[in-house]
T-cell receptor
Framework: RKEVEQDPGPFNVPEGATVAFNCTYSNSASQSFFWYRQDCRKEPKLLMSVYSSGNEDGRFTAQLNRASQYISLLIRDSKLSDSATYLCVVNGAGSNDYKLSFGAGTTVTVRA | NAGVTQTPKFQVLKTGQSMTLQCAQDMNHEYMSWYRQDPGMGLRLIHYSVGAGITDQGEVPNGYNVSRSTTEDFPLRLLSAAPSQTSVYFC?????????FGSGTRLTVV
């Protein structure tokens, strides 16, 4: 079983729509959670960290459900520039464990 | 501030050749790592280092070697290239658990 699993999509949505997707993780002791964004043929870049209480960054909202071991990302008022692959990332179980486990990514395409 | 610099950006190797992918960071991060990314799969950790002189294996270390003689540099060596090593390689350095990635090396082994 993969450590981090994501629906690959693609999610094809019109501008202005809301799109949401989840990822699940297998290690119940994982400490930190992130969403990264990766544009085509580019390196991943941190989009946002995910906190236990949920958090927003502009049009992006991330949620963590430890009991069910999933993380979600919601994008409101989608823009063309939101088209990308979104990677769910989970770190290791130890406080000094910087090793990250990556999902394969969810592709979002926003159309005009 | 350059961040993480990877070279080369593209490389074609013949089976059996060896080469070194270079990675340098100027953020004074202790933790550096190498990943490979293949279609339909998440980034997979090849090797990592928690500081100069200390390296360890990740999820897919076979066929690769690393060293960390300085905080800044973390080269990845392919010992004898195989077609299965065709991939996109990313170097990253970390402050806490957040990686800053280099722009990647697209490697093709023929």
């Amino acid at each position: 079983r993969k450590e981090v699993e994501q629906d690959p999509g693609p999610f094809n949505v019109p501008e202005g729509a809301t799109v949401a997707f989840n990822c699940t993780y297998s290690n119940s002791a994982s400490q930190s959670f992130f969403w990264y964004r990766q544009d085509c043929r580019k390196e991943p870049k941190l989009l946002m960290s995910v906190y236990s209480s949920g958090n927003e960054d502009g049009r992006f909202t991330a949620q963590l459900n430890r009991a069910s071991q999933y993380i979600s990302l919601l994008i409101r008022d989608s823009k063309l520039s939101d088209s990308a692959t979104y990677l769910c990332v989970v770190n290791g179980a130890g406080s000094n464990d910087y090793k990250l486990s990556f999902g394969a990514g969810t592709t979002v395409t926003v159309r005009a | 501030n350059a961040g993480v610099t990877q070279t080369p950006k593209f490389q074609v190797l013949k089976t059996g050749q060896s080469m070194t992918l270079q990675c340098a960071q100027d953020m004074n991060h202790e933790y550096m790592s190498w990943y490979r990314q293949d279609p339909g799969m998440g980034l997979r950790l090849i090797h990592y280092s928690v500081g100069a002189g200390i390296t360890d294996q990740g999820e897919v270390p076979n066929g690769y070697n690393v060293s960390r003689s300085t905080t800044e540099d973390f080269p990845l060596r392919l010992l004898s290239a195989a077609p299965s090593q065709t991939s996109v390689y990313f170097c990253a350095s970390s402050s806490g658990a957040i990686d800053t990635f280099g722009s990647g090396t697209r490697l093709t082994v023929v």
